[in-house]
């Protein structure tokens, strides 16, 4: 049977729906993602197909969630819960912070919390305010959670696949601003995209780009315009942990490096990034670190989102700078 080519949408559908068929202990639920599918149609027709005792709405109460499903994972379920924007996941921090990260060490290994939690993340959508964060540095700050976020509709079936079965708690985030943007082939068999693990989607010798979310689409739009420069564009794919050697080996290789982020720039990954390189291949940087990202203020309302988020401007300023 012929591959189908799936948005970021139907590729995270379909990873749910062939994960629950292969593992009955697999739960979905959280605010509207039953009968409406939720807020962006996720989980569409789930809860036909495994009905109301596997995929149900919860009440709007995203720390009465997480606890639920902390409890549910500690007993042998898989919950996969979502959080409809970003901005609703400060509510559950109480619990994802003091319990899910905590568990295995707390327990000294007697238990562990195999849940994941999705989350629609980014801006881009022009939403409304608290629908429009980037929650990287909050959730990869804390120990315990692992971090992923893919860019395209292949990464996000494997990545996610490769969640659910982690035996400790994941934060899944998905870029909203790409979820119908690109098509691409997604296998209908089994696979998994490692998690840890980043992808250089074009080598280059000149300059590193390391980008991951909403921001790859847009750094590849500038590569597209810059033929005369042989570019390395690395996703990181994996925020937390996130993929020391290939980054050195890039850096190394290139000997410049420039670190898009659309979370604002201040103690962000991008941060980290710049620290890890300076700390173990200083002597291969021929120039500056550049770093583009959201300026350290509020999200604004959406009719200034467009002077909020990096843009191909500012990815191109920064790309022309480090190559100085």
Request: glycine letters at 8%; zero cysteines; aromatic letters at 8%.
């Amino acid at each position: 049977m012929e591959n189908p080519k799936l948005n970021i949408v139907e590729a995270v559908n379909l990873a749910l729906k062939q994960e629950m068929e292969r593992d009955p202990s697999i739960l979905i639920f959280g605010e509207d993602v039953g009968k409406d599918g939720g807020v962006f149609r996720v989980t569409d027709k789930l809860q036909d197909q495994f009905g109301e005792g596997r995929v149900f709405d919860s009440p709007l109460g995203e720390s009465g969630i997480a606890g639920m499903a902390i409890g549910l994972a500690m007993y042998g379920f898989k919950p996969v819960v979502e959080v409809q924007f970003d901005g609703f996941y400060q509510q559950m921090l109480d619990q994802m912070l003091q319990h899910a990260a905590r568990m295995r060490n707390r327990s000294r290994g007697r238990y562990s919390v195999p849940m994941v939690v999705r989350v629609p993340s980014g801006g881009g959508i022009k939403a409304l305010e608290h629908h429009s964060e980037s929650i990287e540095t909050y959730v990869a700050h804390t120990p315990g959670l692992k971090v992923v976020y893919p860019s395209t509709p292949y990464d996000a079936k494997g990545l996610l696949l490769a969640a659910i079965r982690d035996p400790d708690p994941v934060i899944f985030m998905e870029p909203k601003r790409l979820y119908r943007a690109i098509k691409q082939e997604v296998p209908l068999e089994d696979y998994i995209v490692p998690i840890g693990v980043a992808n250089v989607l074009q080598e280059g010798t000149d300059l590193t780009v390391i980008a991951w979310g909403g921001m790859v689409r847009e750094v590849q739009k500038v590569i597209a315009t810059l033929p005369h420069l042989s570019i390395e564009l690395i996703d990181l794919r994996t925020i937390s942990p996130f993929d020391e050697p290939a980054i050195l080996a890039s850096v190394q290789k290139t000997g410049r490096l420039v670190i898009i982020q659309e979370a604002p720039k201040m103690f962000g990954p991008g941060s980290e990034i710049a620290a890890l390189v300076a700390e173990k291949a200083l002597y291969s940087l021929k120039a500056p670190i550049q770093r583009v990202a959201a300026p350290d203020i509020t999200v604004p309302y959406l009719k200034a989102e467009h002077w909020y988020i990096p843009d191909v401007f500012q990815i191109e300023q920064a790309i022309q700078a480090a190559m100085v």
